[in-house]
C-alpha cells in the first residue's frame, strides 16, 4: 500500500517562502505521475503542479514563475518551492502519486499566507 507524508506546511507572510515535501513509501515501484494539489475552504480541490518519473512538470496558470515542482526518485520524494505567496495561496496542499491505475494521496499540510 502506498503512503504518502507531507510536510513543510506553516504560516508566511505575502511574498515569503515555503518548500513542500512528500515522501512515498510502500512500494518497489516508482511512482508515475506525482504532484501536488490544492484545496482552499469553500473551494474545491485543484492541480497546483505535477511531474513525471522522467522528470516533466505542469503548472496551474496561477502560480506558474512563482511555485518550482521537483523530484528525487531515488529518495521516492517530491518538492514544491513556493516563492512570491499571495495570500490567495492559502490552502491545504495535497500530494498526490499514481502507480499503474491507482491514485494515492497523502493527508494534507496546511499552507497559511498572512497579508
Known amino acids: 500500500q502506498v503512503q504518502l507524508v507531507e510536510s513543510g506546511g506553516g504560516l508566511v507572510q505575502a511574498g515569503g517562502s515555503l518548500r513542500l515535501s512528500c515522501a512515498a513509501s510502500?512500494?518497489?515501484?516508482?511512482?508515475?505521475?506525482m504532484g501536488w494539489y490544492r484545496q482552499a475552504p469553500g473551494k474545491q480541490r485543484e492541480l497546483v503542479a505535477d511531474?513525471?518519473?522522467?522528470?516533466?512538470?505542469n503548472y496551474a496558470d496561477s502560480v506558474k514563475g512563482r511555485f518550482t515542482i521537483s523530484r528525487d526518485n531515488a529518495k521516492n520524494t517530491i518538492y514544491l518551492q513556493m516563492n512570491s505567496l499571495k495570500p490567495e495561496d492559502t490552502a491545504v496542499y495535497y500530494c498526490?502519486?499514481?502507480?499503474?491505475?491507482?491514485?494515492?494521496w497523502g493527508k494534507g499540510t496546511l499552507v497559511t499566507v498572512s497579508s
Open positions: 511531474i513525471t518519473s522522467g522528470g516533466s512538470t
Open positions: 510502500g512500494s518497489n515501484f516508482r511512482l508515475n505521475r
Open positions: 498526490k502519486g499514481v502507480l499503474h491505475v491507482m491514485d494515492y
